[in-house]
């Protein structure tokens, strides 16, 4: 357990980390980003305080795939938008074009390992992730498509509220996907095996 709580909340922290430098490049949000963006645009908040109420709503969306939420459920809802408001205000923005291309393809790779660190913790997907999970398990779809899926139509419903699309926010969605595919194998937390 020690070791589960520590990769669960790593892997919030992490996350948080790399879409901070997502944001910072200013190369295109996240997909959730972009919701979060068209929401902070016409309703205020910030980008962080966005991610906790639509993480919320979400959750609504785990009753008819009977997902059930655990401890780091809680955990994404409550510690991912307030971690991504405080690195925001450390990580600095750049006008170099080669550090904001850096800060993308980094802010990336380390939001597909972290998703796939919290995963693989089992104490409880994220509200979006559980919508991953249950999807891949009513279909049955390797997790990459459903992952790509779910972005893509994120995408649309930010775009049309205004949110910031653009070549960031094009590679995330097709990257992020077989990112978690290839690393949440790798960062699952098995039981130990019980001796007959």
């Known amino acids: 357990m020690p070791r589960r709580l520590l990769q669960l909340f790593a892997g919030l922290v992490t996350f948080a980390f790399g879409e901070s430098l997502i944001i910072q490049a200013r190369l295109g949000v996240m997909s959730w980003d972009v919701l979060h963006q068209g929401l902070t645009n016409h309703l205020g908040l910030t980008i962080g305080r966005w991610s906790i109420i639509v993480g919320a709503l979400v959750l609504l969306l785990w009753i008819p795939m009977r997902e059930r ?3 780091g459920t809680v955990g994404n809802v409550i510690v991912i938008g307030p ?41 409880g997907s994220g509200p979006r992730d559980g919508l991953m999970t249950g999807l891949v398990r009513l279909t049955r779809w390797p997790v990459g498509w459903i992952r790509t899926a779910i972005e893509l139509s994120v995408v649309v419903v930010g775009y049309l509220l205004g949110g910031n699309l653009n070549v960031g926010t094009v590679l995330f969605v097709l990257t992020i996907g077989p990112i978690v595919h ?15």
């Open 83 to 123: 971690t991504l408001d405080l690195f925001l205000h450390w990580v600095p923005a750049t006008t170099s074009m080669g550090w904001r291309v850096a800060m993308l393809l980094v802010g990336i790779f380390i939001n597909g390992v972290a998703t796939a660190a919290y995963i693989g913790a089992r104490l």
């Open 182 to 196: 290839v690393f949440l194998p790798r960062l699952i937390i098995r039981e130990p095996a019980t001796a007959p």
């Open 69 to 71: 939420p655990g401890l």
